[in-house]
Nanobody, 129 residues
Framework: QVQLVQSGGGLVQPGGSLRLSCAAS????????IGWFRQAPGKEREGVSC????????YYADSVKGRFTISRDNAKNMVYLQMDSLKPEDTAVYYC??????????????????????WGQGTQVTVSS
């Protein structure tokens, strides 16, 4: 099973930026994509963005398109989520997850269906003045 360790997050004012990082361990063949989803209090989980490990294709939820950018560093097994123009409604706990052929949680992000088999510990992002 892929292990994922997250870093980043915190408190930022509206319009500000944050970058989340996700370090994946395990064999690259164990997962086909890395994605981010979030959960705000009282709301359902929402898929935010994901990136294919095979060709680097990226996908975004409409709510973050144009503001968030997902990227990867294959040499370091890292995936990043750059979040710009943050809004109070982006406040949530963010999780990075690995797309697995034995999924526990299935989400649609944009036009991409990803089945998460494991995910990180979560990191709080708070957007507030």
């Amino acid at each position: 099973q892929v292990q994922l360790v997250q870093s980043g997050g915190g408190l930022v004012q509206p319009g500000g930026s944050l970058r989340l990082s996700c370090a994946a361990s395990g064999y690259a063949s164990d997962y086909y994509a890395i994605g981010w989803f979030r959960q705000a209090p009282g709301k359902e989980r929402e898929g935010v963005s994901c990136i294919s490990t095979s060709d680097g294709s990226t996908y975004y939820a409409d709510s973050v398109k144009g503001r968030f950018t997902i990227s990867r560093d294959n040499a370091k097994n890292m995936v990043y989520l750059q979040m710009d123009s943050l809004k109070p409604e982006d406040t949530a706990v963010y999780y990075c997850g690995a797309g697995s052929r034995d999924p526990k949680l299935v989400m649609t992000i944009g036009t991409y269906v990803i089945g998460f088999g494991s995910w990180g510990q979560g990191t709080q992002v708070t957007v507030s003045s």
